[in-house]
């Protein structure tokens, strides 16, 4: 199931960091909480200031709002880290701040999110590729995973570009020549083949061997029914129709995808010896 980056343990966690005034105006919060639509669940009068409910609250009452009703709770906790990044919320090194921050990630990740050192929230999905810092084009189809997990289309698309990406680059790093018109299914065949991947490439003569050998297949399925799929229901292709797939079941071709794509980066590391 998709889950929303809100929870009655989030809106705590959130607040306490706002606690005895500390972060953004309360004009600024204002803003952000109209901008995503939960304007009125905290409102506060800025022409008379006095008795009005603290920062802390605010933000309880209105992420509370958003657990209530959670169309629009990404754009309203992005915004809210938004600003807390700006004021410098996650840099600092005190005890409480600290706190707050390891309070704050044990609460996402209850809701299968990650909130980064850096204060950033994303689908704990993508969260398990490492930074691919020489590929940039992964970086970007990475990114753009963590943010689409409600329009199945763009996650199908996005994790076949993915994947498609991966096998050119561990091409590009063993300099196995590849033409622009080479088929996805060649392109895996000439990545996996170079990593040894390939399932005859298994020993059958050793304990295991049969067993790894159906999971290297299976592995190699993934990224082939991942193509087959953003052929059929993703981006791309001048598809206009509405996608049939839900968005539950494309996150579980994006969990898969990545899974595939982290194995492969991570042989590919190894072998090179960057690990």
């Known amino acids: 199931m998709v889950r929303h980056p809100v929870s009655r343990e989030i809106a705590a966690t959130l607040g306490s960091f706002v606690r005895g005034g500390a972060g953004p105006y309360h004009r600024v919060l204002t803003e952000v909480f109209e901008r995503a639509g939960y304007g009125s669940a905290a409102p506060y009068d800025h022409g008379n200031p006095y008795e009005q409910p603290s920062k802390e609250k605010r933000i309880r009452q209105t992420i509370m709002a958003a657990v209530r009703s959670p169309a629009r709770s990404r754009d309203l906790v992005e915004g809210i880290l938004s600003e807390y990044r700006a004021h410098g919320l996650f840099d600092e090194d005190g005890n409480d701040a600290k706190r707050n921050h390891r309070l704050a990630k044990a609460a996402f990740a209850r809701v299968s999110w990650e909130l980064t050192e850096g204060g950033e929230a994303r689908p704990l999905s993508v969260s398990n590729v490492n930074t691919v810092a020489e590929r940039p084009a992964i970086e970007d189809q990475l990114d753009r995973l963590r943010r689409a997990i409600d329009d199945p289309a763009l996650m199908l698309g996005t994790a076949k570009e993915m994947l498609e990406s991966t096998a050119k680059y561990v091409c590009e790093a063993f300099t196995v020549p590849y033409r622009e018109n080479t088929s996805f299914s060649e392109l895996w065949h000439l990545a996996r083949d170079r990593l040894s991947l390939l399932p005859q490439h298994v020993d059958l003569s050793k304990a295991g061997g049969k067993e790894l050998r159906v999971i290297l297949q299976s592995s190699w399925s993934i990224a082939e029914m991942t193509n087959q799929l953003r052929n059929y229901e993703g981006t ?28 492969v980066l991570e042989t590919l590391h190894r072998q090179m010896g960057r690990s």
Not at 242 to 261: D, F, K, N, Q, Y
């Open 236 to 263: 791309g292709h001048g598809r206009t129709l509405p996608t049939a797939i839900s968005p539950e079941v494309a996150l579980l071709v994006v969990r898969e995808a990545c899974s595939v794509t982290e194995f």
